[in-house]
């Protein structure tokens, strides 16, 4: 396992929709692996494949095992999410807003409408389909990295994008 370097906007792959995995070997292993090490050390909540320059349907996401989370969640807390060619499948009318950044995006934060409530169906890190519904937080970040596999960012959608002080960086 390691660390791969996150990219910048700067850097077309970001930009790109992304293309469905459809091969489960062991070079797909090695880069969720990869995703996992590397949001974990950046530290983050959510990674895409497209934020370490692999065009591909696969992000990752891990809420910290913190009391808040345990409140919300818990025991699903601190759990590890592989979503391959993840699509959401139904989303709540209610939006809410709440602030997001993203590790491509150092240094900054937005305000952001996100569904409320989203149902995510995916595939496994082996390719086998399930489904997820996801609220609040974990809602959030999984709309967030599902958009990185159009090419969409958080700043694309924001209300307002600031550089916080530090205590105040969220993602
Ligand atoms: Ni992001």
């Known amino acids: 396992m390691s660390v791969r370097p996150i990219i910048?906007?700067?850097?077309?792959?970001?930009?790109?929709?992304?293309?469905r995995v459809t091969v489960f070997d062991k070079k797909f292993q090695t880069l969720v692996d990869d995703m996992v090490e590397t949001m974990l050390d950046a530290p983050g909540v959510g990674l895409a494949a497209p934020q370490v320059a692999v065009s591909q349907r696969v992000v990752v996401v891990q809420l910290p095992?913190?009391?808040?989370s345990r409140e919300?969640?818990?025991?699903?807390?601190?759990?590890?999410y592989v979503l391959v060619n993840p699509e959401i499948i139904k989303a709540s009318k209610e939006v809410v807003e709440g602030i997001e950044g993203c590790l491509s995006i150092p240094?900054?934060?937005?305000?952001?409408?996100?569904?409320e409530k989203v149902t995510v169906a995916a595939q496994d890190q082996n390719g086998k389909a399930f489904?997820?519904?996801?609220?609040?937080?974990?809602?959030r970040v999984f709309q967030h990295e599902i958009d990185?596999?159009?090419?969409?960012?958080?700043?694309?959608?924001?209300?307002?994008v600031w550089k916080p002080e530090p205590e105040e960086n969220e993602e």
């Open 8 to 19: 910048r906007p700067d850097n077309p792959i970001l930009r790109k929709k992304a293309t």
């Open 65 to 68: 095992d913190d009391e808040k």
């Open 72 to 80: 919300e969640y818990g025991d699903e807390a601190g759990k590890l």
């Open 107 to 115: 240094g900054y934060v937005g305000l952001v409408d996100r569904h």
């Open 131 to 139: 489904r997820k519904k996801a609220d609040g937080w974990l809602a």
């Open 148 to 160: 990185h596999l159009e090419g969409r960012l958080y700043i694309d959608i924001a209300k307002d």
